[in-house]
């Protein structure tokens, strides 16, 4: 027994050593954020005719690209709690290395759907940066997790 507790004990470092050497070898992602509030719905439609936005899903998740032969490059969650009569507008921008081209962006709804929209305003597949919209319905929150997959 003390055998088999070793040998399990054993396999768990190796498997972290692995995981962390992996995490240690990924570009690092340079990640930034613009939060925007919305209480009007002439401000909403203001901006929302301001930018064009590349890709919209109205099933409230996001998946364009092929995973393929790509290495998950950047996994986050993102959440935003519910604010009376407000409309969430939150905008993150992730670039990374010249040398490195997106194949793959996934953004999934976490839990109960609040009928927030992800989109893509810009960057994206084949793009070394893309910059991902969530937007909240008014006086709602929003559960998101993005990946993003690269070579």
């Not at 905008?91 to 839990?111: E, P, Y």
């Amino acid at each position: 027994m003390k055998g088999l507790l070793l040998v399990v004990l054993l396999a768990a470092a190796a498997s972290a050593a692995i995981v962390s050497q992996d995490i240690a070898e990924a570009p690092e992602a340079i990640v930034t954020y613009e939060n925007i509030l919305y209480s009007d719905d002439a401000e909403v439609a203001e901006i929302e005719a301001g930018s064009r936005s590349v890709e919209i899903e109205t099933r409230r998740n996001l998946s364009v690209g092929t995973i393929g032969n790509s290495r998950l490059l950047v996994s986050s969650q993102h959440i935003r709690g519910a604010i009376a009569n407000t409309i969430i507008v939150q905008n993150i921008t992730f670039n990374f290395a010249a040398s490195i081209r997106i194949s793959a962006i996934r953004v999934t709804r976490v839990g109960a759907s609040q009928n927030a929209t992800p989109s893509i305003v810009s960057g994206g597949l084949n793009r070394n940066f893309v910059t991902i919209r969530l937007q909240s319905a008014r006086g709602r929150g929003y559960n998101y997790r993005i990946q993003i997959y690269g070579r």
